[in-house]
């Protein structure tokens, strides 16, 4: 039986395209009912305010951090959405006096405009907020070496080489609306994908790379980065692959609850939790990780009940 029509955009896979059973049963679960989804190699956490949220996120970074030595360089590979924990972990490394010279850390990725990958100077590149949000608010004589600090860019393979130049222990991540960690997007549907998308094993092989965005992810950074202007936001990214995904030892997505709806933090929870992947919910496949854990702002879960207002 051929898979559904996206409801979202027709010539791409989305959830939408997803059978209604797994849908449905999605919308149905309650807060206790992600949380007994955990299981060995999937943990679901809870955080009851978003001090506890955001702090419990800085400290990813910093116990991280804390394990490097010149003989075993350990980083961490972070998103900008969220961005709340990039001060914070700033504040940490200063008070705790932590040196970071053995230390790394990995840009999730950048948007990618006319060949190149966005300068620090666009006002909505990643690594300008990385580097504004936390690294240039670190003491100098704390500052991880200029060389330890990988950002995308049009040069792929120095990006993925750098990811045999130190163990990295986390990598964070935020849940988009089309339910992508990264700008690991669903495909368009055509060629080799008209009917189904990638395998799971097919897409798990792709590595750091040019993507073309999903068209409701240009809607969801025009709403959360640029005041609802669809047209400034860039059509294509460069962004960190599975295959890097799978170097690191633990991927730990953080949801707050406003870069993603009620039913989407629970539809992937399922996924993950009943080990469901599938290629048209990118999120999916980390259910083949061995390490992967959900944190959820409990307020920000909310409910899939219809309510007008």
């Known amino acids: 039986m051929p898979r559904k029509k996206s409801m979202l955009a027709p010539d791409w896979w989305d959830y939408t395209t997803l059978e209604d059973d797994i849908l449905n049963d999605a919308a149905k679960l309650t ?4 949380q ?21 996120e800085a400290l990813e970074y910093i116990t991280a951090w ?4 010149p003989d075993n360089p350990v980083g961490i ?30 840009g999730m990725d950048e948007w990618y405009i ?11 590149s990643f690594k300008k907020a990385d580097m504004d949000l936390c690294f240039n608010r670190i003491s100098r004589e704390l500052q991880m070496p200029a060389a330890n600090l990988h950002f995308p860019s049009e040069d792929l393979d120095t990006y993925i080489n750098s990811w045999h130049s130190a163990r990295c222990a986390v990598m964070q991540g935020g ?24 395998s799971p094993e097919e897409y798990r092989k792709l590595s750091t790379r040019v993507v073309n965005l999903h068209p409701v992810t240009l809607t969801q950074n025009a709403r959360t980065s640029g005041g609802g202007v669809v047209t400034g936001v860039p059509v294509q990214a460069i962004t960190v692959g599975p295959v890097q ?65």
Not at 31 to 34: A, F, G, L, R, V
Not at 41 to 56: H, I, N, P, S
Not at 288 to 302: A, K, S
């Open 66 to 69: 804390q394990q490097a030595t």
């Open 175 to 198: 849940q988009g609306e089309i339910k992508h960690w990264a700008f690991n997007d669903p495909v368009r549907r055509e060629g080799a994908y008209a009917d189904a998308p990638p």
């Open 114 to 124: 006319d060949g190149k990958a966005a300068p620090d100077t666009h006002p909505l």
């Open 31 to 34: 807060p206790q009912d992600m």
């Open 245 to 309: 995904t799978w170097q690191a030892e633990k991927v730990s997505i953080w949801q707050a609850g406003p870069h993603d709806n009620p039913f989407g933090m629970r539809l992937t929870t399922l996924m993950i939790g009943k080990k469901i992947p599938d290629a048209a919910v990118p999120m999916s496949l980390l259910a083949d990780h061995p390490n992967v854990q959900f944190n959820f702002f409990r307020p920000g879960i909310g409910t899939c009940d219809t309510e007008m207002h």
């Open 77 to 106: 590979c972070g998103p900008i959405g969220p961005t709340e924990q990039l001060p914070l972990v700033a504040r940490l490394v200063n008070e705790l006096n932590l040196d970071l010279k053995n230390a790394h850390f990995w």
């Open 36 to 56: 007994d989804l955990s299981r060995p190699g999937f943990q679901v956490k809870f955080y009851d305010t978003l001090e506890d949220f955001y702090l419990a």
